[in-house]
């Protein structure tokens, strides 16, 4: 039997404000579809650790579902399910709604599928004291010691001299080798561990190794490299000299794997933010939308939004004119009316840190999917920083769907910071604010979220483009 509560209690009750876990309140039917909708999200992880891979596992997703790809120029009518793939590095699936686009604008899931790693330099192989290595220059903001002594894949592409392509995956499969990057023994490394954190493995020791085998011949002088070379000739055609064109990226080579004895979390490299690009992606295949509605899975977010196929290209705007031309609509009167969810992870509070956090602030692991009003760093510079009464729509929208969702901050004031692409959105004149994941142990090799919140975003996502 419940107890009485006192006056104060129930005016409390009434008046403040508090985070509820996720799992705390959902059904016994929620929890299930909590749990099995992270599997699907394992498969698109392990599928798609580059953002090449993940734009074709996205793509496979959309046509199982009986999408169509769109070129520019295609007719649209209402009903429409397409896809449109920039450079097979980005891609935007979209629904052609009934409702009227100059009055109801179009709703938007911006996130992006780069992630951090190590990237392979133009002219890298070389070898040195019986190994045979590749030189690299990490992509993203990476603590660089965590990159180590793991096991890595290499991914990537490819451009031979006659213009055909090759792509790589070594590492993923269970009898694949994999790759590595040396550390200093504990027992030589005083001197390394004195030194600054950013330091103690500098960006030039990055390197990868590849190889161990001479080749059997006296006459050749680097009989390692020449071992490699014939293996990758080989396999892919490829020469020394394709190094130029290729884009090679090693990756962390564990698979997506269930955190913790009741698994109520999932570990796996990449989370940002393919964590907010599968709940978009499945959001728009899944939901039934009389809106126009986009899911926007970008690349190079990680450094910066730029290039033809990051948020600032003006590809992205070229489709949704192409998008409005179709419908008749001038595209002008439909950004106005338009909105966006600009999905990216942010931080979770983690105890073993908590001294950058502010706690009333921060993202709590499984109390569901973190809007941030504002990113930036010191004083909310390079932020979108959404307006009240935006944020008070898409609130109520969560709100009526029984969304579990909260607020926070990306870490205490003046303690760091950091940005999305939610400006470059907002620059459109689209009414945009920053809806993710909380992450643990972000831009790692392998970070840390709750299923709880996975599927929160998910269905934050659902009632945002009803
Ligand atoms: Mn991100
Ligand atoms: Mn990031």
Redesign the pocket.
């Known amino acids: 039997m419940a107890e009485k509560k006192s006056k104060g209690q129930q005016r409390l009750g009434e008046l403040a404000y508090e985070k509820k876990n996720y799992y705390e309140t959902a059904s016994e039917e929620e929890k299930k579809e909590i749990f099995s909708y992270a599997e699907g999200y394992k498969t698109f992880l392990d599928a798609g650790k580059t953002e090449r891979e993940a734009c074709a596992a996205a793509v496979a997703l959309a046509k199982a579902k009986g999408f169509s790809e769109f070129h520019f120029g295609d007719p649209l009518c209402a009903g429409d399910k397409r896809y449109f793939i920039n450079r097979g590095k980005s891609v935007v699936i979209f629904r052609v709604g009934t409702k009227d686009l100059e009055k109801d604008g179009m709703r938007l899931i911006a996130a992006?599928i780069d992630a951090p790693r190590i990237d392979i330099k133009q002219v890298p192989l070389y070898e040195e004291g019986g190994m045979c290595f590749l030189k690299t220059h990490y992509y993203g903001g990476i603590k660089k010691y965590q990159w180590t002594a793991i096991p890595l894949a290499l991914h990537g592409v490819v451009v031979l001299k006659d213009g055909s392509k090759a792509e790589i995956s070594v590492g993923e499969k269970a009898d694949d080798p994999v790759f590595y990057i040396n550390d200093l023994l504990p027992h030589l490394g005083a001197e390394q561990m004195a030194g600054k954190a950013g330091k103690i493995v500098e960006g030039e020791q990055l390197n990868v190794v590849v190889g161990g085998l001479p080749y059997p011949d006296e006459e050749v002088k680097e009989k390692l490299k020449l071992t490699v070379l014939d293996i990758l000739n080989l396999k892919y055609g490829m020469k020394e000299e394709d190094f130029l064109s290729a884009e090679l990226s090693a990756v962390p080579a564990f698979p997506a794997r269930d955190v913790g004895f009741d698994r109520a979390l999932i570990g796996a490299y990449g989370h940002?933010?393919r964590v907010c690009a599968y709940s978009a992606l499945t959001a728009v295949l899944d939901g039934e939308s009389e809106h126009t509605v986009l899911a926007m899975l970008v690349d190079k977010?990680?450094i910066g939004s730029e290039g033809v196929t990051g948020m600032q290209s003006k590809i992205y705007e070229d489709l949704m004119e192409e998008i409005c031309a179709a419908a008749g609509a001038s595209f002008r009167r439909v950004r106005f009316a338009s909105k966006c969810l600009s999905s990216?992870?942010t931080a979770a509070f983690d105890p073993n840190f908590a001294n950058v956090y502010e706690r009333m602030n921060a993202a709590m692991l499984s109390c569901g999917t973190c809007m941030s009003k504002f990113t930036g760093a010191r004083g909310k510079s390079g932020s979108n920083d959404a307006n009240a009464e935006f944020v008070g729509e898409v609130r109520a929208m969560f709100d009526r769907a029984g969304v579990v969702w909260q607020t926070a901050e990306l870490g205490k004031v003046d303690a760091g910071g950091g940005g999305?692409v939610a400006k470059f959105l907002a620059n459109l004149n689209i009414d945009t604010v920053d809806l993710g994941v909380p992450v643990i142990s972000m831009h790692s090799p392998w970070e840390l979220i709750s299923k709880a919140d996975l599927y929160s975003n998910y269905k934050a996502f659902l009632a945002f483009i009803p």
């Open positions: 992006h940002d933010d977010e990680e990216d992870v999305t």
